[in-house]
């Protein structure tokens, strides 16, 4: 007869959890300070498109931001804060309308990003920047 003992082995199932929670303490850290860099940007020099130029499209709108920062549509100077509300009632009448914004040169970049951004909050897709032509020859 075989005499049988009642000692059963029972693995050990438990988790260590430390090396986990170290590595999502460092992760934490490490997009806390990445994260505002991102949204600082960096600032660098455009240069001049060589694009071609583009026919008459039915559909569009010019907007023209002069050396005074004035916003100028269709000959009209627009007071400060009626932008957007002009524009989204152009973009319910007509919603598939193309934006072009031509900005004087000398007009600061964040005067030019400030209308590019009514524009977007008018729910209007289709924004583009009128340049200048460039060399073709030159070299960025």
Do not use: C
């Amino acid at each position: 007869m075989a005499i049988q003992t009642s000692k059963t082995q029972t693995a050990l199932s438990e988790i260590n959890v430390t090396p986990l929670v170290d590595v999502m303490l460092v992760l934490l850290i490490v997009f806390m300070i990445s994260a505002p860099l991102m949204q600082q940007g960096i600032q660098v020099d455009l240069p001049k498109a060589n694009a071609p130029t583009m026919n008459d499209i039915p559909d569009q709108l010019v907007l023209v931001v002069d050396k005074s920062k004035n916003v100028i549509m269709n000959g009209n100077r627009i007071p400060e804060g009626t932008l957007r509300t002009r524009l989204e009632a152009i973009a319910k009448a007509k919603p598939e309308i193309q934006v072009f914004i031509q900005g004087d040169a000398n007009v600061p970049y964040g005067t030019i990003a400030q209308v590019m951004a009514e524009v977007k909050q008018a729910r209007i897709t289709r924004v583009g920047l009128v340049t200048e032509p460039g060399d073709p020859n030159a070299r960025l």
